[in-house]
């Protein structure tokens, strides 16, 4: 990643550089001759600059969607919950241990629907991010979360996980403290919560960090997150014996928005506005609110019992492939 931008942004930052370059011409340009000539070539570089964009971001690969999940302008649960919901109190704590800032939990509004919200927070400045511990949640985080999910079923109130997390915290004291095991519990919790759960992956969306608060009626990755079992660098250690093959495992471990909705492990790929939810904050929370809105009608509008009895055929549904020498289904 260059200073400015990623790698491959390079081109689309060149032009607009230029685009800048020509609005501050504009603002102390007198003429009127001169004003016109900037206004075409305006026009023109603008043109370019959304066409070269496009290009780009129509053709990313695997590892170069990893990097724009992990932009550091990116949006994150935070910024979510200042654009599309109206109110937002969080709540602290797990009773037991202590609070997780890299897990926030709270109640929140949207439009005339009332919500729990469990999502990571990476953080923006270094302060915050080591306070968050980068996103990486430690097992106070998933029983918070847990106690949380566990009072909206209690007042009846739906639930919306965002997930962006490179992994859960893999430190010793987490581990002590039973990452694996909170995890696990958070998950079958998950699956047998009577009130609708909505997950959407905004960013990262690594291993067990994200699965712990990721089973929902509906899950939804961003067009440019990923959702994998392992991050390519924890891969690429595992099979190359090296992180600097991290591009190839990232190719291998099939885990962009298109791969997902494939192999039918996610239900709906959200899309970003032009050159990725970093450039347009406000545009992607208005297409996370409309996606919000209408999942929570549909999800409200369907009888309990059949909203659970769908859940688990959903996740039990993920994994079978067909065996093409008898033509039946197989579970691994």
Not at 66 to 71: A, E, G, N
Not at 143 to 167: H, N, Q, S, W
Not at 189 to 211: K, N
């Amino acid at each position: 990643m260059s200073q400015n931008g990623l790698d491959f942004e390079q081109p689309i930052l060149e032009l607009e550089a230029r685009v800048h370059e020509l609005q501050q011409q504009l603002r102390g340009q007198a003429t009127s001759s001169s004003r016109d000539d900037l206004e075409r070539e305006l026009i023109a570089v603008r043109r370019e600059c959304n066409e070269t964009t496009a290009r780009i971001y129509g053709g990313l690969t695997p590892w170069q969607v990893v990097q724009v999940s992990r932009h550091k302008d990116r949006p994150y649960t935070k910024d979510y919950l200042n654009l599309a919901f109206d109110e937002f109190v969080e709540l602290h704590g797990d009773k037991h241990y202590g609070d997780d800032r890299a897990m926030l939990t709270g109640f929140a509004k949207i439009d005339q629907f009332k919500v729990m919200v469990v999502g990571h927070q990476k953080g923006r400045s270094y302060k915050e991010r080591a306070a968050c511990h980068f996103g990486c949640a430690h097992p106070e985080g998933y029983r918070k979360a847990m106690r949380k999910m566990r009072l909206a079923e209690k007042y009846g109130m739906p639930i919306v996980c965002f997930i962006d997390t490179p992994g859960a915290y893999p430190g010793v004291g987490a581990e002590e403290r039973g990452q694996a095991s909170v995890i696990a519990e958070s998950m079958f919790q998950m699956s047998q919560l009577r009130t609708p759960i909505i997950c959407i992956v905004i960013g990262e969306g690594g291993s067990g960090g994200a699965l712990g608060i990721g089973v929902g009626d509906r899950v939804a990755v961003l067009q440019f997150a990923y959702y994998s079992v392992i991050s390519p660098e924890g891969c690429a250690g595992i099979l190359w014996k090296s992180h600097q093959h991290a591009n190839k495992a990232a190719d291998a471990l099939k885990f962009t928005s298109q791969h997902l909705k494939d192999l039918g492990v996610i239900d709906d790929v959200l899309e970003e506005p032009l050159g990725g939810a970093h450039r347009d904050h406000h545009k992607m929370a208005a297409r996370m609110k409309s996606y919000l809105l209408r999942t929570l009608s549909e999800l409200r509008a369907q009888p309990i019992d059949e909203l659970m009895d769908c859940r688990y055929e959903k996740f039990r549904q993920m994994g079978v492939f067909l065996d093409a020498s008898q033509g039946e289904p197989v579970e691994m």
